[in-house]
């Protein structure tokens, strides 16, 4: 059962359009701070190709993570995180998405 830090994340989450998902899924697959259970490399790469796919600002320079305020204050919320909380973030991100 999810608790109270998770549905706080997800509700976020939900608020955000799919590009911003993509780039927090980015941040989380490649932070040494987050402990996914998952191979982080193979869903980096899936998001990758996917923002890839539908930004182009992503495609052709390196993107400031200072412009997403949102992507930054969600990866702080979980870096608090344990481990099974930050995999059920992880899921769901990688749920929603749907690649």
Do not use: W
């Not at 998902?21 to 191979?39: A, P, V």
């Amino acid at each position: 059962m999810r608790d109270e830090k998770v549905n706080n994340v997800i509700s976020i989450i939900k608020n955000m359009d799919l590009k911003n998902k993509l780039r927090l899924g980015l941040c989380m697959s490649s932070s040494y701070y987050t402990n996914m259970e998952y191979n982080k490399a193979h869903i980096h790469s899936i998001f990758d190709k996917r923002l890839k796919q539908i930004d182009n600002e992503y495609l052709v320079s390196y993107v400031n993570m200072r412009k997403y305020p949102t992507i930054i204050f969600v990866m702080a919320k979980i870096m608090e995180m344990n481990n099974n909380q930050q995999n059920q973030i992880a899921m769901y991100l990688f749920n929603n998405i749907k690649v």
